[in-house]
Structures are given as C-alpha cells and as structure tokens.
C-alpha cells in the first residue's frame, strides 16, 4: 500500500461509522421487496471486446430509460416490473468524459467498482489519448493514464448519479490461495469511502472468481455481493448477485429480448441448482 493509501486507509478506519459503511442498520433492512432484477456490466466507453461505442450507450441507455425502473444496490424494487442495475468496472477516463453526461441525459444511475491500489491522484496524459487507449488490451485496468484519477471520481461522486463499489485493491484474483483478503477485500471500501466521501456497502469480485473463504469474507463486509453470472436475480437479498455481460451490444435492447431474459431465468435456476 503506498503512503497516501495508507493515509487514506488510516483517516477511514477512524471515521467509518459517519459513512455509514457496510453491516450498519439501514443496509440490513434495504431490499425487501423481491422482484425480477438484471444487473447489467460494462466496461469501456469504446468499441470492442469489453465496450460499447457511444452511439450504443446512448441508444441502449435511452431503451432503459423508456422501460425499466433503473436502481441502485438496496433500492426498493418495483413489483411485477423488470428493475435493472447499471454497473460498469475498473473506472475508466471514458466513464468520467462519456458515460457520465450520458446517464445525465437519461436520467439514469449506475454502480461503479473501483480498485483505489490502481488509481492515480493526477496524470500528465492528455484527454484524447486517454480515450483512445485500447479497449482490448490483455490487462486494460492496468494502463497507466487510462483509469479517472481521484479528482474525476470526486466530481463523479458529486453528481449524486453514481454510487461506489470495491473492485479489490488492485483487481487481483480472489480465486487464489495466496490472496490478502484484508487487502483486497475490506480495505479498498474504507479506502474509497474515505477518498470520496461516500457510503461504499458492495463489492464486485475482480474476474468475476472466488473462492469459498474469499466469498465468505466478502459478504462479511458488504451486504452486496456481485459476480459474473449471465442470470436474473430476485432482489437485493441473494447472497450473491448475478451480472450479465453487456459490452459489445448487438442492439441497444439486445439483453431485454425474450430470448435473452428466458436464457437469464435458465441460468439463474441452473445457478440455484448448483450452488445448493
């Protein structure tokens, strides 16, 4: 951990209990109500692998927009409707310069998961190479420049359209024995909570991997859970959260199709199965 995060590790182990951090009173009585709910995953602001162009993300958003109540993690859900979560990973420049104006004109939320270990106070790289870092580098959260600094997120934050979740400390793989759970898993959200001044009660596993001990840590800091699971949820109170891969969009209603949301039941049914 760098002197700064230790800093900033330091200053939210003493003042957690004002951001209201995971396990307090109001996180355990949130999600009540059971409903369908898809948890959607992005990633870049870029066409590729692991984005969309932002001609997409307009379209894709203005579909949920007109359609679908869009929540955040512990919002009441809405009976008999198809409640959708917006999430998008690692916390790319394009997030702040994109996506972000983007949920503004829609009207939209979403959750973002960040990695405080990868991110930098400032950078000397300009705006337009930023944008143009590849969206199909092999390990993308790791070019230097391409994440928002601490200053973006903070106006990100400021927004009030974007809630945070831990992504790890330094995106690493939760799967491995050798893995600091303390590390990875309960200090990036005082960490994050700290810096941004913001209640930080989810956690999304890097890769989408864990294991039992990793999983068990997790939920003993965050009242929400996610994981790549291609499937539907039925609220907040599921143990662990399914997301479903929405980069690369064919069409901006292609994971709201009836193909789609029966092949999301399948699984969420298969998953029940398998986890029992």
Not at 57 to 63: G, I, R
Not at 102 to 131: F, N, Q, V, W
Not at 158 to 168: C, I, K, N, P, T
Request: with cysteine.
């Amino acid at each position: 951990m760098t002197d700064d995060l230790k800093t900033d590790f330091s200053a939210a182990t003493t003042r957690a209990a004002a951001f209201a951090l995971p396990g307090t009173p109001r996180a355990a009585a949130e999600g009540v109500v059971r409903a369908p709910l898809l948890a959607l995953m992005f990633h870049r602001a870029q066409a590729g692998p692991l984005g969309n162009p932002p001609e997409m993300l307009d379209a894709h958003f203005a579909h949920i927009a007109g359609h679908y109540p869009c929540v955040l993690p512990g919002e009441p859900l809405t009976p008999g409707r198809l409640n959708v979560c917006l999430t998008f990973d690692d916390g790319y420049f394009d997030f702040h310069r994109i996506v972000l104006p983007l949920l503004e004109k829609h009207r939209l939320r979403a959750l973002l998961a960040l990695s405080p270990g990868l991110i930098m106070e400032r950078t000397s790289l300009p705006d337009d190479a930023r944008l143009r870092l590849t969206a199909d580098c092999p390990v993308p959260h790791e070019i230097a420049g391409g994440l928002c600094t601490w200053a973006e997120l903070r106006e990100i934050a400021a927004s009030g359209l974007v809630a945070f979740a831990a992504h790890g400390m330094t995106h690493a793989r939760l799967d491995d024995p050798a893995a600091d759970l303390n590390r990875e898993i309960s200090d990036p959200g005082l960490v994050l909570a700290s810096k941004l001044i913001v209640r930080v009660d989810s956690f999304v596993l890097p890769f989408g991997r864990w294991a039992p001990r990793s999983l068990q840590a997790a939920q003993s800091h965050y009242p929400h859970v996610f994981r790549i699971g291609q499937a539907l949820n039925s609220g907040w109170r599921a143990p662990l959260l399914y997301r479903v891969g929405a980069d690369n969009l064919s069409a901006p209603d292609a994971p709201f199709t009836p193909a789609s949301l029966r092949r999301y039941r399948v699984r969420a049914w298969w998953n029940r199965l398998r986890l029992s």
